[in-house]
């Protein structure tokens, strides 16, 4: 089985009012992300006071070079950071906007260009907040296939006119990564463009009404006639499948591996709690249903770890199943995400059907059982290109 143990290439940070330790991520997240995440879930708002001692500390410039600014490292680093988040923090919607941002962070040094490090990296390393649009108005997904916004060429780059809905982050981001077809360039047209989201013609629609995952603010952003220069194509235009691939895998995996670490103290609270109790005068530790209950969510949590490092570690050394390991990550991330509260929802009694932290926790774990059919198809989109 894969170890999630703190590598030793990429040296502990030491964060200011933050113990020594392995872990300071997850004490940093314990001590600021925590108490906030019941206020964040029910207001609906990205947790920015977090989000800002989480950029001093360093999160960001995991896995980004030295050159470009950061630390150096691995993206494992960068993932395992973020899970750290996830297990000290027990909000998962902030975890999915710090997701989406990392995402970014990983394109832009991968795929960036000078220009882009300087004017658009930087800056989401310091601590603005990204964003990325890969969705269509027509429904949910993100098939690279059916792209229709529209880009006109214009002189010294290009003019983006479409709109973007059930963005993460959107509502409060500063800068966005969307892709559109340029239509001259026929089926492999799909190019990714990088958008300052206070640029001329960028306006901003209502903040979605979400069940679960509340404190990650999702939203549209409308784009009419918005000058993009041509510096700020991403990759070379009609390249945007091939990054996509690679970007969206990666935080596929990163879902798997932080949703699980998000889990890990909701089941340790759940043991607590069966034990300190007494149903007809026996111990509900006693009760092999109540035995199975809980031993599901371990088999939950070690498997969802064990297969997303993998998918993160294939990504790094390029193999050629990559992409559907981290799918099969956040496939059985998600699902086992589902099965896991459903267990802990019971072993909690009425409490798990009441307003506060239980009841959030479910909200937020039941949302993503949406994501597994979309994961499905990725499969076996995966299983029948290995044929050809």
């Known amino acids: ?32 992300v925590a108490p906030r995440a019941h206020p964040s879930h029910r207001v609906k708002g990205l947790d920015l006071v977090s989000w800002r001692r989480l950029t001093e500390a360093g999160l960001w410039r995991a896995g980004v070079p030295e050159h470009l600014g950061g630390h150096g490292g691995t993206w494992r680093h960068l993932a395992l ?10 909000d998962l919607g902030f975890v999915l906007s710090l997701i989406t941002h990392a995402g970014l962070i990983r394109a832009l040094t991968e795929y960036g260009s000078p220009w882009q490090h300087e004017h658009y990296l930087r800056p989401l390393l310091n601590g603005e907040v990204g964003a990325s649009s890969l969705t269509e108005p027509q429904g949910w997904g993100n098939s690279v296939r059916t792209v229709s916004r529209a880009v006109a060429r214009e002189t010294g780059g290009w003019s983006l006119t479409g709109v973007e809905e059930h963005v993460a982050n959107a509502p409060v981001a500063d800068r966005a990564m969307i892709q559109a077809r340029i ?78 670490a998000w889990l890990e103290p909701e089941l340790e609270r759940a043991l607590t709690f069966v034990r300190g109790g007494r149903t007809a005068g026996s111990a509900p530790l006693d009760h092999r249903h109540v035995q199975g209950w809980l031993t599901d969510v371990r088999i939950v949590i070690e498997t969802v770890r064990a297969t997303a490092l993998t998918g993160i570690d294939a990504l790094l050394t390029k193999d050629s199943e990559a992409a559907l390991r981290c799918s099969i990550a956040q496939f059985v991330g998600s699902e086992g995400l589902v099965k896991a509260a459903t267990c802990l929802m019971v072993l909690h009694e009425h409490l798990g ?17 949406g994501m597994s059919d979309m994961q499905r198809k990725d499969i076996l989109h995966h299983m029948l290109a290995a044929q050809h």
Do not use: K
């Not at 040296?11 to 600021?32: M, S, Y």
């Not at 990650?216 to 499948?241: C, E, Q």
């Not at 059907?353 to 059982?369: M, W, Y």
């Open 183 to 260: 239509a001259d360039l026929g089926e492999h047209g799909i190019t990714l463009f990088l958008l300052d989201l206070d640029s001329q013609g960028v306006s901003r629609g209502p903040e979605e009404e979400l069940t679960g995952l509340r404190s990650s603010p999702t939203g549209t952003f409308l784009m009419d006639s918005v000058p993009v220069p041509s510096t700020a194509v991403l990759g070379a235009p009609g390249d945007g499948p091939r990054i996509l691939y690679d970007i969206t895998s990666f935080g596929r995996a990163l879902y798997g591996l932080a949703a699980v």
């Open 81 to 90: 950071r973020l899970a750290d988040v996830a297990r000290g923090g027990g």
């Open 1 to 32: 089985m894969t170890s999630d143990a703190p590598s030793t290439a990429l040296p502990v940070p030491a964060i200011p009012g933050i113990p020594a330790g392995d872990r300071p991520f997850e004490e940093l997240a314990r001590v600021h």
């Open 353 to 369: 059907c009441a307003r506060g932290s239980e009841a959030r926790f479910v909200q937020d774990a039941l949302i993503t059982g």
